[in-house]
T-cell receptor, first 112, second 116 residues
Framework: GDSVTQMEGPVTLSEEAFLTINCTYTATGYPSLFWYVQYPGEGLQLLLKATKADDKGSNKGFEATYRKETTSFHLEKGSVQVSDSAVYFCALSRTGGFKTIFGAGTRLFVKA | GAVVSQHPSRVICKSGTSVKIECRSLDFQATTMFWYRQFPKQSLMLMATSNEGSKATYEQGVEKDKFLINHASLTLSTLTVTSAHPEDSSFYIC????????????FGEGSWLTVV
C-alpha cells in the first residue's frame, strides 16, 4: 500500500542554518504530495503541496520539489528561524481527494 | 478560503462517559470527511472515512462501536467516543474533501481529549 517515510528527528539547528528534511514515498500512480506543519499545541497547517512530477511547492521560505524518478519530496529552507520550531509531516494523497497518508513526522528545534 | 472547524478544541471528561466531537465544513459541502488520531509525539493515524448519508468505513483495528461516526449532513460529521477511558486521551483531527474545488482536502484545528 501507499506509504511515506521521512527522516527521524529531532533535528536541532541554529538560527539561519539551512534545513533539509528528507521524505520519500511509495505509491502507485501519481499522488499529490504535501508538507504539513504542526506548531506546539496546535492543529495541522498545510505548508506546501505539489500535484505532479517536477512541481515545486513553496511557502514562507520553504520549498519542496516533486521528484518522480527518486520518489522524493524533500523539504528545504535556506535560513531557519526560531519560529520555525515545529513538527513537520510529509504526506501523500491520491488524486480524487482520498485519505491522506502521513509520514511519522520530524520535530525541528531551532536555537537562537 | 475553505475552513473546517472542529468543536470542542479541548475537552476533559470522566472515565465511562461519552464525548462528541464535531467537524464542520464552513463554506463548502463535504461528502467525505476523515477522522484521524494522534498520540503524543507520533504521527496521525487514520481512524475512519465518513461518507455523508452512509456508514463510515473504519480502518483495521479501530473499534466501530467505541468510536461512533455520524455524517448526517453535507457540512457536519461527528465522532463520539463512547465509554471513554484514559487511554482514549489523544488529539483527534478531522479533514474534509471539497468536491467542488478539485477534491482539495482541508484539515480542522483538532480536538484535544483528556479522559480522567
Amino acid at each position: 500500500g501507499d506509504s511515506v517515510t521521512q527522516m527521524e528527528g529531532p533535528v536541532t539547528l541554529s538560527e539561519e542554518a539551512f534545513l533539509t528534511i528528507n521524505c520519500t514515498y511509495t505509491a502507485t500512480g501519481y499522488p499529490s504530495l504535501f508538507w504539513y506543519v504542526q506548531y506546539p499545541g496546535e492543529g495541522l497547517q498545510l505548508l506546501l503541496k505539489a500535484t505532479k512530477a517536477d512541481d515545486k511547492g513553496s511557502n514562507k521560505g520553504f520549498e519542496a520539489t516533486y521528484r518522480k524518478e527518486t520518489t522524493s519530496f524533500h523539504l528545504e529552507k535556506g535560513s531557519v528561524q526560531v519560529s520555525d520550531s515545529a513538527v513537520y509531516f510529509c504526506a501523500l494523497s491520491r488524486t480524487g481527494g482520498f485519505k491522506t497518508i502521513f509520514g511519522a513526522g520530524t520535530r525541528l528545534f531551532v536555537k537562537a | 478560503g475553505a475552513v473546517v472547524s472542529q468543536h470542542p478544541s479541548r475537552v476533559i471528561c470522566k472515565s465511562g462517559t461519552s464525548v462528541k466531537i464535531e467537524c464542520r465544513s464552513l463554506d463548502f459541502q463535504a461528502t467525505t470527511m476523515f477522522w484521524y488520531r494522534q498520540f503524543p509525539k507520533q504521527s496521525l493515524m487514520l481512524m475512519a472515512t465518513s461518507n455523508e448519508g452512509s456508514k463510515a468505513t473504519y480502518e483495521q483495528g479501530v473499534e466501530k462501536d467505541k468510536f461512533l461516526i455520524n455524517h448526517a449532513s453535507l457540512t457536519l460529521s461527528t465522532l463520539t467516543v463512547t465509554s471513554a477511558h484514559p487511554e482514549d486521551s489523544s488529539f483527534y483531527i478531522c479533514s474534509a474533501r471539497d468536491r467542488d474545488s478539485g477534491n482539495t482536502i482541508y484539515f480542522g484545528e483538532g480536538s484535544w481529549l483528556t479522559v480522567v
